[in-house]
């Protein structure tokens, strides 16, 4: 069990992470390629992914174990910051500081013994106790891993990830201005449960976390599953990071045939609408149509994998996907962030 110690000044400093972490997605989506649950999310990703590495995973395994506790340097953050995109976080693993390093992959060794891990053969194997002895070459030879491990699994998805976070983070904006940061922590997915002043979270080990008026950043993650994931370090700035909601059809998954259903102006007018997110009744609304004509477009649209939708409370809340967004905005590709 987690459980966070919640203030009336920390509650007054909950925020919502404003993207994707794309260092956390990384380390995450490495759990996830090791882990045979969640096929339908993650099975196709998986297939595709592993053909485009290149020993990658191999090399990464003895630093990020299959599961438990991995180095929080892996996962750089800093106050009041927002999320790193991917190159500034490596630079910010780059500087991790040589002493940080060693006391992590010290914890790292109370649970991977050292002598199980590979020893010294490939030039390109990342030995978790040559890291830790502070030298720039092994720092370096991990971070190149890490780029192309992030390269071939993460990066042609990311806008796919991006849509996913986005999505949550409207679903959770709805419930800050419904209700205050109260029905914002209340809302979290089921794993997680708002008792003030304690949050408390499924863990595999028993944790207590206390914020100290420093707030928490709320961060969804497309590869985080079952629990939450917080940093070992409680001096570090607090964040809890809490899987997405997936939606029951592959995420990764071509179109299907539905898309020659999308003709006419009014379900143009549903697609635009559907823009910066809506729920059922606003969309109505908007396209001025019928609540159920504007449920019955929604449906189509989702079916077509344009649109995402995720409940709140008695209503539900629709979003546009990457491939949604590119429609509307006539087919401009979406940056990576």
């Not at 794993?191 to 707030?215: N, S, T």
Request: charged fraction near 25%.
């Amino acid at each position: 069990m987690l459980r966070i110690h919640v203030s009336g000044e920390d509650l007054s400093r909950v925020r919502m992470a404003a993207r994707p972490d794309a260092m956390w997605e990384t380390v995450l989506s490495f759990h996830r390629l090791r882990d045979r649950r969640g096929s339908t999310v993650f099975g196709e990703w998986r297939k595709e992914s592993r053909t485009r590495l290149n020993g990658e995973a191999r090399l990464l395994s003895a630093i990020v174990p299959p599961r438990g506790y991995f180095p929080d340097f892996l996962t750089p953050s800093q106050e009041g910051a927002e999320p790193f995109g991917f190159d500034t976080g490596m630079e910010a693993l780059r500087d991790t500081p040589a002493d940080r390093i060693h006391g992590e992959i010290a914890l790292l060794a109370e649970n991977a013994p050292l002598a199980r891990w590979p020893s010294g053969g490939s030039t390109g194997t990342v030995r978790p106790e040559v890291l830790a002895e502070g030298r720039t070459e092994p720092l370096g030879r991990l971070i190149s891993t890490l780029r192309a491990y992030h390269r071939a699994a993460v990066e042609p998805y990311w806008p796919h990830i991006r849509a996913s976070v986005e999505a949550d983070r409207a679903l959770r904006g709805r419930a800050l201005l419904d209700g205050g940061a109260d029905e914002l922590l209340a809302t979290l997915p089921p794993m997680i449960r708002w008792r003030a002043p304690l949050l408390e979270a499924d863990y595999p080990v028993d944790r207590e976390l206390h914020l100290d008026g420093r707030g928490l950043l709320l961060q969804p993650s497309y590869f985080c599953r079952g629990t939450p994931v917080v940093y070992r370090d409680p001096l570090l700035p607090p964040v809890l990071v809490y899987p997405v909601t997936h939606p029951r059809a592959p995420a990764f998954a071509e179109p299907g045939p539905w898309l020659g259903r999308l003709v006419g102006h009014t379900r143009s007018a549903v697609l635009r609408a559907i823009d910066n997110g809506c729920t059922t009744s606003e969309l109505a609304r908007r396209t001025g149509v019928s609540l159920a004509s504007a449920s019955q477009h929604a449906c189509v649209l989702r079916e077509a994998g344009l649109v995402r939708t995720l409940r709140h409370g008695s209503s539900v809340l629709h979003t546009l996907t990457p491939l949604g967004a590119a429609l509307l905005r006539g087919g401009a590709p979406l940056a990576l962030s």
